[in-house]
């Protein structure tokens, strides 16, 4: 699979769980949140998720898409900038609207309007727009890393944990 295909695979995916989480689950229908809890969750949500998936968004597929458009268009850069600008981009950014809700609604079942509040403030400052800008890079890194490195680490651990049940007797399972 190219990294373009999975790229637009793994939005795809995180979209559809997203959108599937519409209904809140069952531990937060105790009591509706307050508008104010709502409000900061979604300006929570539009801080935090709506940028990182517009970015996915664009990087999987309105970038080959604009630089085909550009390829097949000599001269016209510049008109194909301002469709995008004019028309695809808000366009995505109505689609995203019941994504962003969702987010929203899951944030506002989870926490406090003062927990909300102190992220909302957090995200305002410098030092969260760093946050926002490099964690999700750097977060993937660190999964890529980790994912090579788990093989060697966790198969001593396995094998002692095995050796463990089959000290107290255990029927392991077949593999």
Request: aromatic share 6%.
């Amino acid at each position: 699979m190219g990294l373009r295909k999975g790229l637009g695979v793994g939005v795809a995916g995180a979209l559809a769980g997203l959108v599937i989480t519409v209904a809140p689950p069952a531990w937060s229908q105790a009591a509706p949140p307050s508008p104010r809890v709502q409000e900061l969750a979604r300006d929570l949500a539009y801080t935090t998720a709506a940028d990182s998936l517009m970015r996915q968004v664009l990087e999987a597929t309105v970038q080959p898409l604009t630089f085909n458009l550009k390829a097949a268009n000599p001269g016209r850069e510049a008109d194909i900038d301002s469709l995008f600008e004019k028309t695809l981009l808000p366009a995505f950014r109505t689609a995203m609207q019941p994504v962003l809700d969702s987010v929203a609604r899951n944030y506002a079942a989870r926490f406090t309007e003062a927990e909300l509040k102190a992220m909302v403030d957090f995200y305002a400052t410098p030092v969260g727009q760093k946050a926002l800008n490099e964690l999700p890079s750097l977060i993937r890194r660190t999964m890529v890393q980790a994912q090579g490195a788990m093989p060697q680490l966790l198969t001593p651990v396995m094998r002692e944990f095995t050796a463990a049940c089959q000290r107290q007797g255990l029927k392991l399972p077949s593999q």
